[in-house]
Each structure stands twice: as C-alpha cells, then as structure tokens.
C-alpha cells in the first residue's frame, strides 16, 4: 500500500488502510484523518498535509504553497 495517493495498490478494495491517521483537535468534515486548522481545505478529502502535489493550480499539501516542482504552470 501506498500511503496518501488514494488507490488500493494492493488490489483489496481498501484504500490506504495501513497508512496512519493524524487527527488534530475537532471535526474531520471530509475524512482524510486531518481537522482544521491543520487540514486547509476540509471539505476536500484530497487536500491534507503531506498529499501529493498535483499540478492543479491549488495548494493539495496543504503547505502555502501551491504546484512546487510543477514550474509556473500557475
């Protein structure tokens, strides 16, 4: 299992099940293991610290940066 990309590389239909949860204080309304204020976009299970990067114009790893290593796409 990869952990955080969000595939069940082991082909058991669980996704990302070894992989720990880091719960901060509060709700986790989108179910990545991550409250705000730690999760900046809660709504969105894809965006979390310490996500992959996607080239996407938005801040998927939740640093203050968004697209790092993609160029200047955005």
């Known amino acids: 299992e990869v952990c955080d990309d969000h595939i069940a590389n082991d082909c058991d239909d669980e996704v990302d099940e070894v992989c720990p949860v880091h719960h901060t204080d509060g709700p ?11 999760d900046c976009e809660d709504l969105d299970s894809w965006r979390y610290p310490g996500a992959r990067e ?21």
């Open 28 to 38: 986790d309304a989108d179910g990545d293991g991550y409250s705000p204020p730690e």
């Open 54 to 74: 996607y080239c996407n114009c938005v801040d998927d790893d939740c640093d203050g940066a968004v697209d790092e290593g993609c160029g200047a796409r955005c």
